[in-house]
């Protein structure tokens, strides 16, 4: 799955639904963890790829210790081991982590089983399950855009009627 719709998806589905400040947050922390697996293991070494003189294709040339990162990045055993101790030290940041163990599960059906499969039980097992490739499949993108269409839809229609039903509070006051 591209990365704005990584993005948008863990926004939506992994924030509080809001006008607030706290929602706010809750919701932009969802989208960075929706990004994150991406970003740490492929935006360093994809910057340095421009940088260098030797160029080739990104994605041929990806390999070595930035591919453990890219298995470690997107693993659910690691994603959800940081979930539960992040609820731990912060219980309002346990709901925007799981937009990372979601991004995982999104692309552990939108990538094959090729070097980028998604080995949702790393470092245990380098098992990936054989997906299809969403950058060879445009119907496949359109799909999971269509989708992330509907779910936003759905969060404006509540945060509307929300604000509707409670105009002074636009959310619940958050538990710590
Ligand atoms: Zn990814």
Redesign the pocket.
Same mark, same amino acid.
């Given at each position: 799955m591209d990365i704005i719709a *990584?993005g948008l998806y863990g926004a939506a589905l992994c924030s509080r639904v809001g006008s607030g400040p706290a929602a706010r947050r809750s919701l932009a922390a969802a989208a960075g963890f929706g990004v994150l697996? +991406?970003i740490v293991s492929m935006w360093p070494p994809f910057v340095w790829h421009l940088v260098s003189p030797a160029h080739g294709n990104f994605f041929a040339g990806f390999d070595g210790g930035w591919l453990t990162v890219y298995r470690v990045m *997107?693993s659910l055993v690691v994603s959800l081991g940081f979930c539960a101790l992040a609820g731990l030290v912060c219980r309002s940041l346990f709901l925007p982590s799981l937009a990372w163990p979601l991004?995982v599960l999104c +692309?552990m059906f939108t990538h094959g089983a090729s070097k980028f499969r998604t080995t949702i039980l790393y470092p245990i097992s380098s098992w990936g399950f054989d997906g299809v490739r969403w950058w060879e499949h445009p119907g496949v993108v359109a799909g999971y855009w269509a989708v992330l269409g509907v779910i936003w839809g759905a969060r404006i229609l509540r945060a509307r009627q929300d604000l509707r039903m409670f105009p002074a509070s636009a959310e619940k006051p958050e538990k710590q």
């Open positions: *990584h697996p +991406d *997107h991004h +692309d």
